[in-house]
Nanobody
Framework: QVQFVESGGGLVQPGGSLRLSCVSSGFTLDYYAIGWFRQVPGKEREEVSCITSLDGSTTYADPVKGRFTISRDNAKSTVYLQMNSLKPEDTAVYFC?????????????????WGQGNQVTVSS
């Protein structure tokens, strides 16, 4: 059974930092590209970042480029999202995702397995 457990979110002031963790189980993380998306109630999901399985190449959405960093530790079955210089518009529930097919990130907007999500709130 594919499972993701996200953690590390919370309330932070603008300009602050958080590191999200996504621990996977039920499959071998090493083999697949893993992404992060975020969602605000009533709005469509927004793809944030993705990391490939083979060489760890990364992709970022324009709103987070230069502020967010995705990484993976296959030995720990964990993917991370380091978020710096946070803005109020980053407030959302953050989910990690995969499709159990892709090794690259070209299709990460269609990934269809994700966890329960983790709330990130950026507010003063």
């Amino acid at each position: 059974q594919v499972q993701f457990v996200e953690s590390g979110g919370g309330l932070v002031q603008p300009g602050g930092s958080l590191r999200l963790s996504c621990v996977s189980s039920g499959f071998t993380l090493d083999y697949y590209a893993i992404g992060w998306f975020r969602q605000v109630p009533g709005k469509e999901r927004e793809e944030v970042s993705c990391i490939t399985s083979l060489d760890g190449s990364t992709t970022y959405a324009d709103p987070v480029k230069g502020r967010f960093t995705i990484s993976r530790d296959n030995a720990k079955s964990t993917v991370y999202l380091q978020m710096n210089s946070l803005k109020p518009e980053d407030t959302a529930v953050y989910f990690c995702e995969t499709d159990l097919l892709s090794i690259q990130c070209s299709n990460f907007h269609n990934f269809n397995y994700w966890g329960q999500g983790n709330q990130v709130t950026v507010s003063s």
